[in-house]
């Protein structure tokens, strides 16, 4: 059974760099194909993709938000995490982190519950 | 970089068939992933890789994508099913890309 969540503070402050991590369970991010990614939702708009990372520590950034962002991984503690630097209150959103199987092309298969972030003064 | 161009809203009447769309350039070429969003929860993938069903879906769901659209097809069209729904697809020069997605409204 695969899940996964997020985790990082609720609120910011503008200019702050804002650090999240994604703990899953039910798969390796060491097995070939498996990825972790990060994606966002402001409140009534839509999702936007911002980065993943892959099982041989390729890294993908969305081309809009690349000088901002970077994604790590850590295998041993089946964690993911995410830095956006210089947040700004048009950043305030819900951040999930999703699993996929680039093997399966199955898209992100599986969704954590994800987390709200507000940036504001 | 990639565009996917949905409609904001499809509406439809109980037990009928809603047909979403989603636009892109010689979008058939590529894998195509559909999602399910209701109110103040996550996604939910509904059909993936154009047209197949992840385990749990009802087989109401079905995907096509030929040309420049791909399309999802719910049938027998239910109270349930109304929620935003996102097509994605991975492209080389814009990497994972979603769609604006489009609110299903069933009335």
Known sequence: ?121 | SYVLTQPPSVSVAPGQTARITCGGNNIGSKSVHWYQQKPGQAPVLVVYDDSDRPSGIPERFSGSNSGNTATLTISRVEAGDEADYYCQVWDSSSDWVFGGGTKLTVL
């Open chain 1, 1 to 121: 059974q695969i899940t996964l969540k997020e985790s990082g503070p609720t609120l910011v402050k503008p200019t702050q760099t804002l650090t999240l991590t994604c703990t899953f369970s039910g798969f390796s991010l060491s097995t070939s194909g498996v990825g972790v990614g990060w994606i966002r939702q402001p409140p009534g708009k839509a999702l936007e993709w911002l980065a993943l990372i892959y099982w041989d520590d390729d890294k993908r950034y969305s081309p809009s938000l690349k000088s901002r962002l970077t994604i790590t991984k850590d295998t041993s503690k089946n964690q993911v995490v995410l830095t956006m630097t210089n947040m700004d209150p048009v950043d305030t959103a819900t951040y999930y982190c999703a699993h996929v199987d680039t093997a399966m092309a199955t898209g992100f298969d599986y969704w954590g519950q994800g987390t709200l972030v507000t940036v504001s003064s």
